[in-house]
C-alpha cells in the first residue's frame, strides 16, 4: 500500500464524508465578519445562517493557510514516516499555494528522508474537489506519490470550471467586474456565465438573460465539450440554491442519460466571494 496521506484544503468543497470515504485529510480555511473578532472555519457555520448573512449585506473576509498552519498538519505524518502529496487550491485565486511550499521546503530540510510534494490546482470549489476525488481514486488503486502527484499534474487541464452567478455585487465587491457592468447588468436581469482558465483565474466569458438562461447555458458547455457526456462524473455545487442545482442536474439526466452527478454545496470560504445563489458546474472535458 502506498506510504503516503493525501492532503488538501476546504476549498475544494468535497463533503467531510466524501473526503473520509476516499482516504483525504482537509486543512480548513477561515473566515471572520467584518465588525467581529470571532474567526470560523470553512462550513464552521451552518451555510444556510451563513448565506442569509450574506443576503442581508454583511461582508466576509477569508484568510489563507498560513505555512505554519501547513506545518503543524503535515509534520506529525511525517514523524510516523509517511510522505505527503499536498493538492492546493489555485494559486491565481490565493496565496495559500504559496504557503504550502514554503511549508514543504522547510520541513522537507528538518525531515531529509521523507518527501512533502504540493501540487498547484489551478481550480476552486467543485472542480478543485472533482481534481482531487480523481487523484484519490488513483492512489487508492496502488499508485505511488509520483504517479499520484504526475496523475494530478496532467488531468487539471481538463477539469473544466462553469459557474454563474445570481447577484453581481459580490463579484463587483472582489474586482471581477466594474461597478457600471454591475449596476447594468443588475438591471437588465443579466447572469455572467465565468470560467476558471488554465492559469486559475476566473474569466467572464458569456452573458445570459435571466437565471433559467444561465442554468441552460452551463448544460450547453457540458454537451459541447465533456469528455465522456454519457459517464460522468459531475459535480454540481451550489449556495444556497438547491432547486437550480436540480435543475441542472435533471438536464443531463433527461439528455445524456447520466447517472453519476454529485451534487455538493459551495462552501463558505468560496462562497464569500461568489456569493450566494452561485451555480456551478464541474466535469472531466477535452480541454478547460
Known amino acids: ?25 482537509c486543512i480548513s480555511m477561515t473566515f471572520t465578519f467584518d465588525g467581529e473578532e470571532k474567526v470560523y472555519k470553512d462550513n464552521e457555520m451552518p451555510l444556510e445562517n451563513f448565506y442569509r448573512l450574506m443576503r442581508g449585506g454583511t461582508v466576509v473576509r ?20 509517511r510522505d505527503v502529496l499536498y493538492l492546493g487550491f489555485s494559486s491565481g485565486l490565493s496565496t495559500t499555494f504559496n504557503c504550502s511550499k514554503i511549508a514543504a521546503e522547510e520541513l522537507m530540510e528538518k525531515y531529509p528522508d521523507r518527501t512533502v510534494r504540493v501540487v498547484d490546482s489551478l481550480s476552486a470549489s467543485g472542480g478543485f474537489g472533482l481534481l482531487v476525488y480523481l487523484t484519490a481514486l488513483q492512489k487508492n488503486n ?55 482558465d488554465t492559469e486559475g483565474h476566473l474569466v467572464n466569458v458569456s452573458k445570459a438573460r435571466g437565471r433559467k438562461a444561465s442554468v441552460t447555458a452551463l448544460a450547453e458547455r457540458y454537451t459541447e465539450t465533456a469528455l465522456h457526456p454519457s459517464e460522468g462524473p459531475v ?4 449556495a444556497d440554491c438547491y432547486e437550480d442545482a436540480k435543475e441542472l442536474a435533471e438536464i443531463f439526466r433527461k439528455r445524456h442519460k447520466l447517472k453519476n ?20 458546474l464541474f466535469f472531466d472535458g477535452k480541454e478547460r
Open 261 to 280: 452527478v454529485k451534487i455538493m454545496n459551495i462552501g463558505s470560504v468560496i462562497g464569500a466571494h461568489s456569493g450566494p445563489g452561485t451555480l456551478a
Open 142 to 196: 496502488g499508485a505511488d506519490l509520483s504517479q499520484t502527484a504526475q496523475y494530478a499534474i496532467d488531468k487539471i487541464q481538463n477539469i473544466c470550471h462553469w459557474f454563474t452567478v445570481d447577484d453581481l455585487a459580490y463579484l463587483k465587491r472582489g474586482g471581477r467586474i466594474s461597478p457600471t457592468v454591475a449596476f447594468v447588468g443588475g438591471l437588465l436581469g443579466i447572469k455572467p456565465v465565468l470560467h476558471t
Open 235 to 238: 459535480f454540481i455545487c451550489h
Open 62 to 81: 477569508t484568510a489563507a493557510i498560513n505555512t505554519e498552519e501547513f506545518k503543524e498538519a503535515f509534520e506529525p505524518e511525517l514523524e510516523a514516516g
Open 1 to 25: 500500500m502506498s506510504n503516503f496521506t493525501l492532503y488538501t484544503d476546504s476549498a475544494c468543497d468535497l463533503t467531510p464524508e466524501l473526503m473520509e470515504e476516499i482516504g483525504v485529510k
